[in-house]
């Protein structure tokens, strides 16, 4: 039995679109992102940008880290563990 996904591109872009708006607000940049396919680049532009979104998935993990409790000198403890 084989499940059908239906993919709501209108919905999926809004959504995407929504977060832009929030990730602007929340970060309060100079900067206004945008999609990849909206702005002129360079081959080289998408290094970049795997570079600047996975130092915020790490800055936003640790985040939530320490809003549970994790504190650098945990932290420290656990890397000298490892």
Sequence with gaps: MSSVVNFNHVSFQRKVNDALTAVERTLELERSPR?????????????????LTTNAAIIAFMTCLEKLGLNGLILGSIVEGA
């Design 35 to 51: 999609l990849a396919e909206e702005v002129d680049h360079t081959y080289g532009a998408k290094y970049e940008l795997v570079d």
